[in-house]
């Protein structure tokens, strides 16, 4: 059984029982015998009744964290300890824990994307997707996006004010720019990618899964650093090369094919390559919540 649900929404077990043998079968056409037996192995290993929450109020408590009533339905990854990114670049913990938590309810569904709407099971899938992403990636895309989601800003507007205002030196505003880069194109790429995998899963069970940015050219984006130029991609399709079941295998090794942005300047290059280099290095456990939880209170 590829997909998993231990939550008490009683409408999704009920509709999702009806789908089920149809989309543990699709899984098993878009991942490779390994890749499907992991995914089983892991959902079995860190899924538990406990990943699972209906209630804001519950998720909020537990969590500590401060979840609207009307959220979208959504699964995050929560970590320990935060990563940090050192001034060569170079990831300083060598080891890191985290766990996959899903908030799921009727409620939820009401604020999901437009294409989902009524459809439980749909929704369901889309955030599912995110696991099947987080289990079979050894660096979880996703995961290193919300460690960096503290620089996801309007490209330089703030850091332009910094740098002139001599808040910020050369360098550190260089680093800035390079990591809110990054995870700007790290929040596409994942949401794009997820998309993808959403379409091949929910097509099996007659849902469309519209993406007007499919095999789009991306845009040339200049941004100006203290020592040179930066030019990244962003907007159309990161996956445009490849057709949709390869844009999703790719992406399952997507450390392994990040494209360094143009024009960097040696030293600025060095910085980038070396938060790929350690981030490699580094060991991700991934376990259930309350394990997690745990080794927060050590």
Sequence with gaps: MSIVYHGDVG????????????????????LDKERFSQLRDV???ILKPISFFSDVDTWNSYLGDRLPQRHPNLLICAATPNM??????RIKNDRKFTAPV???????????????????????VHNYNRFVLFALQRSPAYLVM???????????????AK?????????????????ASLAHNLQETCEKGNRILDKLVLESIGVRVPMVWRYQEREVRPLYLPNGLMLVQTGG???RKFNDLDAVRNFFQWEEHYELPYGLGKQDATYFR??????????????????LKMRLKE
């Design 237 to 239: 399709d990161p996956f």
């Design 146 to 160: 919300l460690a960096l989601s503290k620089y996801l800003r309007p490209f330089q507007e703030d850091l332009v």
């Design 11 to 30: 409408s999704l077990i009920e509709k999702l029982e009806l789908v089920r043998t149809r989309l543990d079968k699709r899984y098993s056409e878009i």
């Design 274 to 291: 070396n938060v790929f280099t350690s981030l490699r290095k580094v060991e991700i456990d991934k376990v259930c919540i309350d394990e």
């Design 84 to 89: 940090e990114i050192g001034e060569d670049g």
């Design 102 to 124: 899903f908030y799921f309810s009727e409620v939820g569904l009401e604020a999901c994307l437009p294409d989902h709407k009524g459809n439980i099971v749909a929704d369901y």
């Design 163 to 179: 740098y002139n205002s001599g808040e910020l030196t050369g360098e550190e505003f260089t680093r800035e720019v390079i990591l």
């Design 43 to 45: 959902a079995e290993r």
